[in-house]
């Protein structure tokens, strides 16, 4: 049975897409059968894969609005057990044109459950916002991971973000957990980075990884080249942060490891 991880904050530059890109193909690495879910109109994880997000294809947007089987718009990665179901800026009139529709909140779900059991797990990238895409990538999620990056204004807008996961608890998906809040662009240099990490952790302990990501330059290289960090450089800080994160999750979920 996969488990559904959204990667959620309405702000944005604060590491979802890298976070969604890396983890679902650190996940690949390790052998775990993996969906990434572009829900971001901007297509950034689509993108970051290689595929070009103007060219003409359907996108989840499709299996949304219209009665398209999501098996149909799954596209094999260049990469062992890695698909993805890519972003088209299409997107942007979902939210629209969902707005009359029936169940318009559970949409996703719904499409995505047809191949749950098909992948360990499915990552979704979600846009920097609460809107309805969004509502409904947190309504079809087992958990949500929220990146946070380390910088002064790191805890704003935390709580309405927060709140939101509690609505959506109480009012969609009673099973949504939080995977964890995920500490970003950690710069060993700044007082200012650990501050952060301290702040946030004063406020929500429990609910921080362990794991904190590095400002790391291989990072914000590996989109250019349409590529994961661990198929840029695999032994960069990024690369293996990223599998440690992916690790954490294991543990802390109590999922084997693959033989
Ligand atoms: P979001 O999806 O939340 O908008 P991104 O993942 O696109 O954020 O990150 C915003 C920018 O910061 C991108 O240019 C990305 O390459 C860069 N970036 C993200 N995480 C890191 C990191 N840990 N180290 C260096 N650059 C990063
Ligand atoms: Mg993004």
Redesign the pocket.
């Known amino acids: 049975m996969g488990k559904i991880i959204a990667v959620a ?1 309405q ?9 969604a890109v890396n983890l679902a193909a650190s996940f690949a690495a390790m052998e775990y059968n993996t969906l990434l879910v572009d829900a971001d109109p901007q297509a ?1 994880s689509t993108s970051g894969l290689n595929l070009d997000p103007k060219e003409e294809r359907k996108s989840i947007y499709n299996c949304m609005v219209e009665d398209i089987n999501v098996s149909d718009i799954i596209i094999n990665s260049e990469y062992d057990y890695l698909d993805i179901i890519p972003s088209h800026i299409d997107l942007v009139g979902a939210e629209i044109e969902m707005i009359d529709i029936e169940d318009r909140e559970t949409r996703m779900l719904k499409a995505l459950e047809k191949i749950k059991d098909s992948y360990d797990f499915i990552i979704i ?1 979600c846009s ?1 916002s609460l809107g309805l895409i969004t509502v409904n990538a947190l309504t079809a999620a087992d958990s949500v991971i929220v ?1 946070v990056q380390c910088e002064f204004y790191a805890l704003e807008g935390l709580d309405k973000l927060l709140n939101t996961v509690k609505l959506i608890q109480s009012r969609l998906n009673p099973n949504l957990l939080i995977e964890g809040i995920l500490m ?2 950690y710069d060993t240099r700044l007082r200012l980075s650990n501050q952060v990490v301290e702040e946030v952790k004063k406020h929500l302990n429990d609910l921080v990884f362990d794991v904190i ?5 291989k ?2 290289e590996a ?1 250019s080249f349409g590529v994961p960090v661990i198929a840029h450089d695999a032994v960069s800080k ?1 690369a293996v942060c990223y599998l440690n994160l992916a690790q954490e999750i294991l543990t802390k979920n109590n999922i084997p490891v693959k033989a």
């Open positions: 904050n702000k944005g530059g604060v590491g979802k897409t890298t976070t950034n990238d920097p990146p970003t662009m990501i590095p400002r790391n330059i990072l914000s989109p990024g």
